[in-house]
């Protein structure tokens, strides 16, 4: 079965630090760009990082945020740093490709607050 299934979020002070995981299945990994998004209530779905050829990043989220991934455990990471009440929101693990059309997972809450 391909799907995305992410793990990690948390309720963390501001200036805290959390590691968002998403495990992929069902397809080959390896050959696949992966990003993550996040979506704040009422607001829409934003891309926060991506990781291909090259790593990515929102403006809002550079110097503070580093994506990853192990191949071998079919995973990509995100290691969040200095987090604020602004990063608040639901993250989203993503593929995108003609292939597997557009992947995503069900989601992890994320919530900054003191």
């Known amino acids: 079965q391909v799907q995305l299934v992410e793990s990690g979020g948390d309720l963390v002070q501001p200036g805290g630090s959390l590691r968002l995981s998403c495990a992929a299945s069902g397809f080959r990994f390896s050959d696949y760009a992966m990003t993550w998004y996040r979506q704040a209530p009422g607001k829409e779905r934003e891309l926060v990082a991506t990781?291909?050829?090259?790593?990515d990043y929102a403006d809002s989220v550079k110097g503070r945020f580093t994506i990853s991934r192990d191949n071998a455990k079919n995973s990509v990471y995100l290691q969040m740093n200095s987090l604020k009440p602004e990063d608040t929101a639901v993250y989203y693990c993503?593929?995108?490709?003609?292939?597997?059309?557009?992947?995503w997972g069900q989601g992890t809450q994320v919530t900054v607050s003191s």
């Open positions: 993503n593929c995108r490709s003609i292939r597997l059309g557009n992947l």
């Open positions: 990781i291909g050829g090259r790593t």
